[in-house]
């Protein structure tokens, strides 16, 4: 894994790393780690990430045919008040 640091932003770098690291999963894997995990508790938890995975790409089928409406977008708040269109 790699992030560039531009303009000597040390804080923006460690955001994006932060950032990469929770998308990969690294966090949740050393949380995994820290103590043992019976192979039954182990099977029991792939198990149940796997129908996660399998609602969540059948929740996504069903929004490309229109079968379930989409959620709508949230308005972007993070834009100082100065910087907003008029």
Do not use: C, H, W
Not at 49 to 59: S, T
């Amino acid at each position: 894994m790699q992030v560039f640091v531009r303009d000597n932003n040390i804080e923006q770098a460690l955001k994006v790393l932060k950032k990469k690291m929770q998308r990969e999963g690294v966090f949740r894997e050393m949380k995994q780690r820290k103590s043992y995990e019976k192979p039954s508790e182990r099977r029991v938890r792939e198990q149940a990430e796997a129908v996660r995975r399998a609602r969540k790409a059948a929740r996504k089928v069903a929004q490309r045919e229109g079968l379930i409406p989409r959620k709508p977008a949230k308005p972007r708040t993070d834009r100082p008040a100065a910087a907003q269109p008029r």
